[in-house]
């Protein structure tokens, strides 16, 4: 599906998913933005905060535009139509970078098969981000909850914490708190502080 049609879907859920992954980061941090129709949403809640963005996405990049005060840093590669967004070497784009966190998105995820998407070359380059990373914040609306899509990219019990639009189902909550992760919803926004505190 065109990534303008999947913009338009559940687009007030991202929006309000944004705005919780937002809270999570921390002033003067260096984060890393993925891909995807849900992130860009976090970037108006990050002005305030002084943070470095690391990204691979158009999107991403787009929106940052219109906010001088973002400090983002783009990496190479080569134009995925799919996904809108830079494909490269994510090891060699990221040489001398760490980010605090990875904010990733996700076609699906599931306790069985992790977070997975549809497309071979960004499972690629997130695959690598994640081997190399280890704070892993995973946004994914409702209905992506408990799917698999066709490449998994990082394991369930690798993820540190998970932003979504609603209160999933209890099988889910279940292996989450199996997992030790970190669940935030609209009922249950991150506090800001203490453990909560991401970035």
Not at 4 to 23: C, N, T, W, Y
Not at 30 to 56: A, W, Y
Request: aromatic share 6%; glycine share 8%.
């Amino acid at each position: 599906m065109p990534l303008v049609k999947r913009a338009e879907m559940h687009a007030e859920e991202k929006r309000v998913i944004g705005e919780l992954a937002a809270a999570l980061v921390e002033e003067g941090s260096v984060i890393f933005l993925d891909s995807g129709t849900t992130v860009p949403h976090m970037l108006p809640h990050l002005l305030e905060k002084n943070v470095t963005i690391v990204t691979h996405s158009l999107s991403v990049m787009a929106e940052a535009a219109r906010y001088p005060a973002l400090k983002v840093i783009g990496m190479g590669g080569r134009m995925n139509h799919t996904t809108y967004s830079l494909l490269g070497d994510a090891s060699g784009a990221l040489q001398g970078i760490r980010p605090h966190t990875l904010f990733m998105a996700a076609t699906a995820l599931s306790a069985e098969w992790g977070v997975s998407n549809n497309t071979y070359d960004e499972y690629l380059l997130k695959s690598e981000l994640i081997r190399r990373h280890h704070r892993i914040v995973v946004l994914a609306d409702n209905s992506k909850l408990g799917r698999n899509a066709s490449y998994s990219y990082c394991p369930f019990e690798r993820i540190h914490a998970i932003v979504t639009d609603q209160l999933p189902g209890t099988r889910f909550i279940k292996a989450v708190k199996e997992s030790g992760i970190e669940l935030y919803y609209p009922q249950n926004p991150p506090t800001g502080t203490g453990r909560s505190a991401i970035g």
